[in-house]
């Protein structure tokens, strides 16, 4: 269901004239108490976002 909660969110931003996607790995991690997910890149490592859920944070990296 993650599989597809992601490739349905690429899919959705669709890019506008002149503009180039790029994708970096990211990895999730869960906060200690299990509420929220920290996303960071490796090969970005000022860029970090979170989020409530999974979904949540999927959504929040794919806009990072």
């Known amino acids: 269901a993650t599989g597809n909660t992601a490739k349905q ?5 669709a890019l506008k004239q002149g503009e180039i ?5 990211a990895i999730l991690k869960p906060e200690p ?4 997910f920290v996303v ?6 000022e860029a970090l976002t979170s989020g409530d859920d ?4 999927l ?3 794919a806009d990072c």
């Open 9 to 13: 969110l690429l899919k959705s931003r």
């Open 21 to 25: 996607r790029l994708s970096y790995p």
């Open 33 to 36: 108490d299990g509420k929220a």
């Open 40 to 45: 960071n890149f490796p090969d970005l490592p």
């Open 54 to 57: 999974l979904e949540d944070a």
């Open 59 to 61: 959504a929040e990296a």
